[in-house]
């Protein structure tokens, strides 16, 4: 008889966890209307704080960020080489069942001309749907979403196996001895994870349709070769084959014919896979063609990427860009010496002391000395797919976005670089971005910049997901 009696309250017990569980659950996820709302009023008090770099003065939007953090009892440390280019490190405690998760953004934006600009670059604006401003893709919008991600893990108590990171970052665009490297090299307890989510990724979109979202996991090294031609000096009035400046234009022009060997690696094989997925026939072929081992098969992909497709031949292989030529001072005077500068991108496994030779080999030419020359130096690093931060990011894209994730290597550079090389596991993500605007001159570094706000508070929904389902374990 004990055993009836209990089987009842049992019941009972479990029924009532049942009505409970709905609000349980809900609690979680917070309110669409208030999160736009709030998001909104941040983004656009951040967008209207000048924080162009140079000259470089991130300090407002730092105290601006410590402020909203802290009024809702976040922890908040500052960091700063320079009083006037601070680091804001907030961060939110886990159960230490699991290292930490980075979410990292910097404050800093590129410079402006006014004149060109529809609507005032620090006005945020909206109009048609859009928001103007400089930094409203680059990189204010990932500012605003990891602070709305802070806010909302603090406001819905969510229980943490993580401690959750926030870099809010000064210096990106060119000044990095502030920000990214002061706080690796003298901070970095204060930042060190296992994972990373920063920008460097965006979510493509095409007559208003979703076509793919691409996440960085790795990125091209940064370099500069400087080549300086040698000769006699003369009076222009006669002529001299040894002319430092022919002997400049012809190796640079070596360099600019050379087709520099395809090399892939995880990033981009799995890339040129995914797309091809997704493509058209023809295209379809094209990428799965470029991922042959046959040199005769891969060429005609190759081929058509170099005279139709300039980024994606850029993502195969190292590359070499011509982007500065100096040489004589008057007219009538043959100079003795004439130089140009290579804009070059390593693929991360490139040993830079071997292709610097290879390129002496291309231009043979003993009056052209080839040398590397100071440059931002970002350290090599590869991200895998195969963690629980990337298969967390493709759940969020199928659901945010209903999209395939690609995996990309980035031809341009970004701060995750330095954090990869201290074993932090980075991604880069952004935004969806309308693929007509960049004809139109919007766009990151551009002469305008906008966001679309649905993209902006669908972004904002999908960076919480991602840092909660990483961080709170599902």
């Not at 500052?78 to 804001?88: G, K, T, V």
Request: proline share 7%; charged share 25%.
């Amino acid at each position: 008889m004990p055993l009836n009696r209990s089987t009842p309250s049992l019941r009972w017990r479990l029924f009532l966890a049942f009505l409970l569980l709905p609000s349980t659950l809900s609690a979680a996820q917070p309110d669409r209307e208030a999160l736009e709302a709030e998001t909104m009023r941040h983004f656009q008090a951040l967008i209207r704080l000048d924080t162009t770099d140079p000259p470089g003065r991130e300090v407002d939007a730092a105290d601006y960020l410590e402020k909203v953090l802290t009024a809702e009892g976040i922890e908040v440390n500052r960091f700063a080489l320079e009083a006037h280019r601070p680091n804001i490190v907030a961060r939110l405690r886990g159960n230490g069942s699991a290292r930490p998760v980075l979410i990292m953004a910097h404050t800093d934006t590129v410079n402006v001309d006014p004149a060109k600009w529809t609507h005032p670059p620090f006005s945020a604006d909206t109009e048609g749907g859009h928001i103007y401003g400089r930094g409203t893709l680059d990189d204010k919008d990932n500012v605003v979403a990891a602070l709305m991600t802070m806010l909302t893990l603090k406001r819905l108590k969510v229980p943490l196996n993580r401690d959750v990171i926030f870099l809010a970052e000064s210096g990106e665009e060119g000044a990095t001895r502030v920000g990214i490297q002061y706080m690796v090299n003298n901070h970095f307890p204060e930042i060190d994870a296992e994972f990373c989510y920063a920008e460097g990724g965006s979510v493509a979109r095409r007559e208003g349709k979703v076509r793919f979202a691409s996440v960085q996991t790795t990125e091209k090294i940064p370099r500069a070769i400087e080549l300086t031609a040698s000769g006699p000096a003369g009076h222009g009035s006669v002529p001299l084959r040894q002319n430092a400046v022919l002997h400049l234009t012809r190796a640079v022009a070596k360099v600019g014919d050379w087709r520099i060997p395809v090399s892939l690696n995880e990033t981009t094989m799995a890339y040129f896979q995914r797309l091809a997925g997704i493509s058209e026939p023809e295209a379809a072929q094209r990428y799965l063609d470029i991922l042959h081992p046959d040199p005769a098969i891969r060429a005609p992909a190759d081929d058509w990427f170099v005279e139709n497709e300039p980024l994606h031949a850029s993502m195969v292989r190292t590359s070499i860009s011509p982007t500065i030529i100096n040489g004589g001072y008057r007219v009538n005077v043959i100079p003795s010496e004439a130089k140009a500068t290579l804009d070059t991108r390593l693929e991360p496994a490139q040993d830079p002391e071997t292709f610097l030779e290879t390129v002496r080999q291309v231009i043979d030419d003993p009056a052209i000395k080839v040398a590397w020359v100071p440059r931002d130096l970002r350290p090599p690093g590869i991200s895998g797919l195969n963690t629980e931060a990337f298969k967390v990011l493709e759940a969020a894209v199928t659901k945010h976005y209903n999209a395939t994730t690609l995996p990309t290597m980035s031809t341009g550079a970004t701060d995750m670089a330095y954090l990869r090389s201290r074993g932090i596991a980075c991604y880069g993500i952004g935004p969806a971005v309308d693929g007509e605007d960049g004809p139109l001159g919007y766009g990151p570094h551009s002469d305008q910049e906008r966001i679309l706000e649905s993209e902006l508070h669908r972004f904002v929904r999908f960076n919480y997901d991602i840092v909660r389902n990483l961080a709170a374990g599902g």
